[in-house]
T-cell receptor, first 116, second 115 residues
């Protein structure tokens, strides 16, 4: 149980393109979804937290107009990297959590984004 | 603010040997503690978690971890390592914040298993 599917697994696109990444909880309802960014050989950096039906909460230093997050249902959240540039190249990972409080987060397999 | 420290960046063990990965946390109250494992190019898989109660928690794949409040530690152990255990291991603390119980991760420990 607690499977999170993230799609696509890899994207290569030109600078200036907008890229959408989907995160789905397949067998549970995710009241909260999280988006992380991971640089090579580094830990995960929380970008934003989204609750179904409300606006995402962005961490300090993360541009909300650059990284658009939509959490329209209890099983789907999307991250759109708008007008992507090479410095946006990274590994993006989503996680989903059902219930409240300190319940564990379940992670997708990540998306490798490469901007040429 | 809460923080997590994993003192060892890299650890190498022989297959069949025992393993202990260290994790120390800083948090004002009793935290929720987690260990995750990440294979190259993959997401994170939950190994085990501590919320309350018994301080020795059992996880998947033969892993266990012990919460020691006096040492602010939550070390991960396995009695006999398999080659397939080679991966990146992250300790994380969950605490209430503006982000609603987001996880704060340590920097990870890379485990190499030799024959």
């Amino acid at each position: 149980g607690a499977v999170v599917s993230q799609h696509p697994s890899r994207v290569i696109c030109k600078s200036g393109t907008s890229v959408k990444i989907e995160c789905r909880s397949l067998d549970f309802q995710a009241t909260t979804m999280f988006w992380y960014r991971q640089f090579p050989k580094q830990s995960l950096m929380l970008m934003a937290t989204s609750n179904e039906g409300s606006k995402a909460t962005y961490e300090q230093g993360v541009e909300k107009d650059k990284f658009l997050i939509n959490h329209a249902s209890l099983t789907l959240s999307t991250l759109t990297v708008t007008s992507a540039h090479p410095e946006d190249s990274s590994f993006y990972i989503c996680s989903a959590r059902g219930g409240q409080g300190g319940q564990p987060q379940h992670f997708g397999d990540g998306t490798r984004l490469s901007i040429l | 603010a809460q923080s997590v420290t994993q003192p060892d960046i890299h650890i190498t063990v022989s297959e069949g040997a025992s393993l202990e990965l260290r994790c120390n946390y800083s948090y004002g109250a009793t935290p929720y503690l987690f260990w995750y494992v990440q294979s190259p190019g993959q997401g994170l898989q939950l190994l085990l978690k501590y919320f309350s109660g018994d301080t020795l928690v059992q996880g998947i794949k033969g892993f266990e971890a012990e919460f020691k409040r006096s040492q602010s530690s939550f070390n991960l152990r396995k009695p006999s390592v398999h080659w397939s255990d080679a991966a990146e291991y992250f300790c994380a603390v969950g605490a209430n914040s503006n982000s609603g119980y987001a996880l704060n991760f340590g920097k990870g420990t890379s485990l190499l298993v030799t024959p």
